[in-house]
């Protein structure tokens, strides 16, 4: 018994490391974009800018990974739709739940077009 106590205290730590590799990506990632963005708006000092509450958010991508193992071998049409589907919902979910729990959600698109639902996505 002991040893199984050790292997799932091992995979605890190692999907601990992959939530923060995925969560610090998904940072770097949004401010890169961010300032690339910014460049293109007129700010030549590329200010880029993300929110701490990201981290949690691109963290979770660590329970992705059966499901990028289970679908790997399917047709590429059928992964793009599972995957376009996941992440509207992570991102429709996350930004309601932000919403729910600190009155504010850091993306609005509400104020950039009329094709969103409830702002979210």
């Given at each position: 018994?002991?040893?199984l106590?050790?292997?799932?205290?091992?995979?605890?730590?190692?999907?601990?490391?992959?939530?923060?590799?995925?969560?610090?990506?998904?940072?770097?990632?949004?401010?890169?974009?961010?300032?690339?963005?910014?460049?293109?708006?007129?700010?030549?000092?590329?200010?880029?800018?993300?929110?701490?509450?990201?981290?949690?958010?691109?963290?979770?991508?660590?329970?992705?990974?059966?499901?990028?193992?289970?679908?790997r071998?399917?047709?590429?049409?059928?992964?793009?739709?599972?995957?376009?589907?996941?992440?509207?919902?992570?991102?429709?979910?996350?930004?309601?739940?932000?919403?729910?729990?600190?009155?504010?959600?850091p993306?609005?698109?509400?104020?950039?077009t009329?094709?969103?639902?409830?702002?979210?996505?």
């Open positions: 018994m002991p040893f106590i050790y292997i799932g205290l091992e995979i605890i730590i190692i999907m601990l490391i992959r939530f923060v590799i995925y969560g610090l990506s998904g940072l770097v990632m949004e401010v890169f974009w961010t300032g690339i963005g910014a460049f293109f708006n007129g700010n030549i000092a590329l200010t880029g800018h993300t929110y701490l509450w990201m981290l949690f958010i691109y963290g979770l991508a660590v329970f992705l990974e059966p499901m990028h193992d289970s679908i071998e399917k047709h590429l049409i059928l992964r793009g739709i599972v995957w376009i589907f996941l992440i509207y919902t992570i991102e429709f979910l996350s930004g309601f739940l932000l919403q729910v729990l600190i009155g504010y959600c993306w609005d698109y509400r104020t950039v009329n094709l969103t639902f409830w702002g979210f996505i």
